[in-house]
């Protein structure tokens, strides 16, 4: 759960009253269920869920719509608060996240991809997923026949690429954390030509960049793009993972996967929150991404 | 409910990763209910409790034993998120605080007050109490032919003394803001002398400085006390409610009744945790706290 608070000031030591709270569902995974909800695509959204604010994710996800098996889980689910001040400066306490229940989880993913067409997995890794953990959840999504995407960092995105995950989405900074190179292409190209993975980097406002076994492409936004960046990943994924699941995403389609992702996170930054996305503001961005094949070859 | 995060450092505008969360029932009443119920005092505690915070307070009062009534409330029970870092230094985040169960929460206290030998009031006001709650609140103890006492501030505290409660508990800047002179012992003189109540003035360090009908009374420890003050004027309360219950507290014994409550504030600077008391410490306390008679009258 999200909590933001508006204060006049954070200063630490002091005691600072809050003016509002505002509480909601949040995490990088309910961000892309609401994105696609949106989008009025059907989603299932699975997570594990404990103690009270287990309770509270639950009553608002069904107050959103959104359908979700929740994992009943012994660890409380974690609430990350964010300070805002007057000046619009965003100071975020984030707790850290611990489950029990992998193994139901598992099952859980494992039962529902039989009405699936796409897997995303998206998220930090909470103390409590044993190693391989992510490998097992991207195994069960190729032994569906479904894609599989996956927006992680650290080690557990370099098991979803070697266990053959279709999309990784990682930023600028978690691609170098796994592939130390100061040249986002190469480092991206080089996932892709060992394990066959389209890797889809974002970079802020300066958009998108993608490697496939096709090909090299640079996505940029034409105008420059004003908000709330919070979620614009999560936007980006939700968007591969609608076209990946229509059995869209060809050798000729690639380009406009990527110019409606580009522009279904151009939306969400237009949206003062996490999760949700302008669709007005999509329509007006489909027309103002540039999708550039580097190579010439899509 | 009360949130401690446990942080490297806070710094304003960053991500800062919490190290660990405890989350446990807070509040002025919460803690002067805990100290009297550690003490073996039979006590209710009664609150409004809303969403799914009020859950979880209602679940951690009866995981501590403490009997309470806790009435339904619309608007979700407030969390106070403080921030505790490296070097110790505390930030607070208090969340604002509404009730809309106001009608029913005097109903339950008019209602429990035939079995109660005293009435504590203890708090800032919340949003959703109506003009003159406080002198309902006084008005319903006096009814039930109980001892009142009552530690607020502002409004409600002028509200508690007019109504003729027995005690109010100020600390000297509360004191100050309600009747502005430099000197507290004038200050609290007055309203003693115009309404007939016991004002026992918290002094932090320096102890407790105390005016009744019948005479000025200054206690203080003996020895420095090092530990945490968070609640140390809850357990004052506490200790003064629990020798007014007793009928004990007449001309001749109220520098015990004095002695007493602080040394349970002693006691609970001693703990680390608010509205706990070290029981050991408080026997120790007894003898080491120093009770003067201004005027030479008790």
């Known amino acids: 759960m999200d909590v933001t608070y508006r204060v006049e000031r954070l200063v630490p030591g002091a005691t600072v009253r809050v003016g509002s709270v505002d509480v909601r569902p949040g995490g990088k ?27 509270e994710l639950r009553r608002e996800l069904a107050g959103l719509g959104i359908p979700a098996r929740l994992v009943p889980d012994a660890e409380p689910t974690r609430r990350t608060v964010t300070t805002v001040d007057d000046d619009g400066e965003a100071t975020c306490l984030v707790e850290p ?26 998220g930090s890794t909470p103390t409590g997923v044993p190693p391989l953990g992510m490998r097992a959840l991207v195994r069960a999504g190729k032994a569906a026949n479904v894609p599989v995407l996956v927006d992680t960092q650290g080690p557990a995105l370099v098991e979803a690429v070697e266990a053959g995950c279709d999309v990784v989405k990682p930023n600028v900074h978690e691609l170098e954390d796994v592939r130390p190179d100061h040249d986002p292409v190469r480092a991206a190209r ?16 300066e958009g998108v960049m993608a490697t496939t076994p096709h090909g090299t492409w640079v996505v940029r936004p034409t105008q ?60 007006a961005a489909l027309g103002s991404v540039m999708v550039t094949n580097l190579d010439g070859v899509g």
């Not at 961000?31 to 009270?52: I, K, Q, S, Y």
């Not at 699941?245 to 949206?271: C, I, K, M, N, Q």
């Open 29 to 55: 995974g309910v961000n892309v269920a609401r994105v696609l909800h949106a989008l009025r695509e059907p989603v299932l959204l699975a997570a594990p869920a404990g103690g009270e604010t287990g309770a």
């Open 97 to 122: 996240a611990s489950i029990t229940s992998w193994a139901e989880v598992l099952t859980t993913v494992e039962n529902e991809l039989t009405e699936a067409r796409a897997l995303v997995v998206s």
């Open 190 to 205: 080089d996932l892709t030509d060992r394990w066959g993975t389209v890797v889809v980097v974002s970079r802020g406002e």
């Open 224 to 283: 420059a793009v004003a908000g709330n960046p919070t979620g614009a990943g999560d936007a980006l994924v939700a968007g591969l993972a609608r076209s990946f699941a229509r059995d869209e995403v060809t050798l000729g389609t690639f380009e406009e996967t990527l110019r409606e992702a580009v522009a279904l996170s151009v939306a969400a930054v237009h949206s003062p929150t996490a999760g949700e996305v302008d669709l007005a503001a999509y329509d």
